[in-house]
């Protein structure tokens, strides 16, 4: 049995995934292009089931459409067409956003495209009087309602995709939203949040330990809630939890933790030898998936069920590759 086998849950359908339509080779753009991306045409369409949503066409717009630009308050940015400012088209594309998010079919993360005014992630410009931009950048104007409406669906932009911890982290949020939506969320009970929790306790561990005794005293009863907030406060802050890349150091505690799931029943010098293997994964000589997989390689013939089910092995499915990347 592989890690992956451990979790069939990951790859038993396509999680729903929302996207900019041109990075799915739309000819959507403002010069009737698109930005067709390989990697969520590739590697990710085998486990995405796409929707895909182009804000400008949706406001009518049309294509090719000459290019926009925010202009004004960063807090409060306007929409305009490049070659008319005087134009106010703001309204046009917050209507349709507003449209579209209202009937958006349950989804576990968006890819949206760099740089565009309606779906970048970040660092989008906004103009001043004087024809430079301000100081400060912002988000596009779709990418920004779809995160005050969804604050924590997992977001990212395709370019930022390109980097290893970026691309893990997303990953991990995506399959983590899918799985909690799936047996916690959809079937609401005390039972399935603590064993949701129980798989994920590594997970959140390498991720932040603040959070995990956070979650811990929220899961320990002492604050009395009804199930339905006590799952929503858990969801808030499990999710925030997950929000950065894990850090090395956290991998290598969460690692050391698990090596003493070993003690009683592996010899002292085998599991030297895999603390020597997580010591190569801190100073960087390894990979992530040569400690996880030693180790798993152990606790699959002498570990309990309880940490044989840890996420934290197989937290996406693992033909994706990602732990041999960071
Ligand atoms: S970046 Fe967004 S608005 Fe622009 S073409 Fe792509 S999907 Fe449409």
Known sequence: MTVNECHPNHIAHKVPVGISACLLGDNVRFNGGHSRSLYCLGPLAEY????????EMAAGFGTPRPTMRLEGDPDQPRLVFSNSTDVEITEQLTSANERYLDNMPELDGY????????????????YQENGHPHMRRVKGLFTQALEERFPLLPIEEDGRLNDPLLRENFLLRVFAHHEFRHTVLNALSMKNLI????RYKYVV?????????????LLSGQEKMPIADLTEEYFRQFMQALAKPAKRKNHCNVLMHLVGYLKKEVDSHIRQ?????????RRGEVNLTTPTTLLYHYLKLYGSEYVKEQRYFAPYPQALGIRNTV
Do not use: T
């Open 48 to 55: 995405f089931e796409y929707h895909k949503f182009c804000p």
């Open 111 to 126: 890819i949206v495209m760099k740089n565009s005014p309606s779906c970048g992630l970040e660092r989008i410009k906004v």
């Open 195 to 198: 064993d949701f929790h129980s």
């Open 205 to 217: 561990m390498a991720h932040s330990q603040p959070a995990y005794k956070s979650i811990g005293r």
């Open 273 to 281: 030898d895999i603390l020597n293997v997580v010591e190569q994964y």
